[in-house]
């Protein structure tokens, strides 16, 4: 697959200049950065799907007849 995005020279030069630091072509870097920003978001979104479940259980004490009338609310 083919992805063009055009970028100010600038910007690209950087690039350029910081995937050759890394003796990797610029496609190559940008994958690289790509993939680490998709696994940090991976491991950021894991962790606060753990969080919340642990405060799932201080909600428990609300989970009963009496107060499933504030669920139609």
């Known amino acids: 697959m083919t992805l063009v995005i055009e970028i100010e020279d600038v910007k690209q030069k950087s690039l350029e ?8 072509k610029i496609n190559e870097f940008v994958v690289e950065i790509l993939d680490d920003y998709l696994h940090r978001k ?7 799907n753990g969080l919340m479940s642990l405060s ?18």
Not at 42 to 48: F, G, K, P, T, V
Not at 65 to 71: H, I, M, Q, S
């Open 56 to 73: 799932e259980t201080s909600f428990n004490e609300w989970d009963n007849e009496e107060d499933d009338v504030y669920d139609q609310l």
């Open 42 to 48: 991976n491991i950021e979104s894991r962790e606060i």
């Open 17 to 24: 200049n910081i995937a050759a630091q890394h003796d990797k």
